[in-house]
């Protein structure tokens, strides 16, 4: 009973222990969370380990000093392995079972009182022992993830390298696949790239400068996003547009040409005449335009 208890209170030190680090490193070592039970797992193994194999040499150097107290008493020297097995299927033979019949009997059938292989028994401690840990581990110290944690954090996960995914997909973005993104956030960036690079000669508001106005319906590479985007990568440097793919990447080219691509239409102050020709939305002739260029 002893010696449940320490093995239940070292059990109990070492989860704690994991417990108490995994929140200490939770920022810096991501490994060490990810493996965290594995690692418990390990310590708590080899500490059982240790354990059996102190027990063993205490075992050994018993019965070294019964040999030597009591030379004539051993016979049959057996190999570690044979003992092993003998006492782990420790049972009754078969010759010696009068030893443990009982008095019950029904039909001629007769009950022994043998008892449980010991190698049952070991497993069905272990099984205890596993128990109290996975207690202590999930339910009682909270160190572990239960199935719904566990599952939330992996989705995270998965959410994050999906994120990563797209976003090096993003600069795989040519004018041959370029789309417009409604999405606010890519609007937001987009507005940021022109406010920070092109106003100076489109305009506060697009309304155009030395460069075209972008809030008419006249375009002079024209007006579909694949043009928008050629136009912005290639530039026009002959005409003081400079190719801008040097110094965008393929996504914020994307990015700034959706935000372009919503001025049509705004209404601002002082614009600058139309240049170009009609482009009318919808009609799309991305290729040809593109191509051009
Ligand atoms: C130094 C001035 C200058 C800057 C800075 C500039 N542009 Fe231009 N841009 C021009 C000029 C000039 C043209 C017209 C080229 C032509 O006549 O072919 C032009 C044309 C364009 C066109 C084609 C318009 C049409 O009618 O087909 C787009 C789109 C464009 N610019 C986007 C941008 C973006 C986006 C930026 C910032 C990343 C930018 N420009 C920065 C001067 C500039």
Redesign the pocket.
């Known amino acids: 009973m002893r010696i449940l208890k320490y093995i239940l209170s070292v059990f109990a030190v070492i989860f704690s222990l994991g417990g108490a680090q995994a929140q200490d490193t939770e920022s810096t070592s991501g490994l060490y969370a990810q493996y965290q039970l594995e690692i418990v797992i390990a310590v708590a193994g080899l500490v059982c380990l240790a354990a059996l194999l102190a027990l063993f040499t205490a075992l050994y150097a018993l019965r070294s000093i019964a040999a030597l107290e009591h030379p004539q008493e051993q016979v049959v020297k057996e190999s570690w392995w044979q003992r092993f097995w003998s006492n782990i299927n420790k049972a009754v033979p078969v010759e010696q079972e009068a030893t443990v019949m009982t008095s019950h009997e029904y039909d001629g059938i007769k009950e022994l009182d043998n008892k449980l292989p010991p190698w049952w028994l070991y497993g069905f401690y272990f099984t205890i022992l596993f128990g109290v840990g996975y207690l202590l581990h999930y339910h009682v110290f909270g160190t572990g993830d239960l199935q719904q944690e566990e599952y939330d954090k992996q989705m995270a996960q998965a959410k994050e390298e999906v994120e990563t995914y797209l976003a090096s997909q993003g600069n795989r973005i040519d004018e041959s696949t370029v789309t417009f993104s409604d999405d606010p956030a890519d609007l937001a960036v987009g507005k940021q790239?022109?406010d920070a690079?092109?106003l100076?000669?489109?305009g506060t508001e697009g309304q155009g400068v030395?460069?075209?106005n972008?809030t008419d319906k006249?375009?002079?590479?024209?007006?579909d996003m694949a043009?928008?985007f050629s136009?912005?990568k290639y530039g026009?440097p002959e005409?003081?547009?400079?190719p801008?793919e040097t110094q965008?990447t393929p996504q914020q080219i994307q990015q700034?040409?959706s935000f372009?691509y919503t001025l049509e239409g705004t209404n601002p102050p002082n614009p600058k005449e139309p240049?170009?020709e009609l482009f009318e939305r919808g009609e799309s002739s991305t290729s040809e335009e593109s191509e051009a260029i």
């Open positions: 790239i022109y690079n092109c100076v000669c489109h030395v460069g075209p972008f006249y375009w002079i590479h024209g007006g043009s928008i136009t912005i026009v005409k003081g547009m400079i801008w965008l700034v040409s372009i240049q170009g």
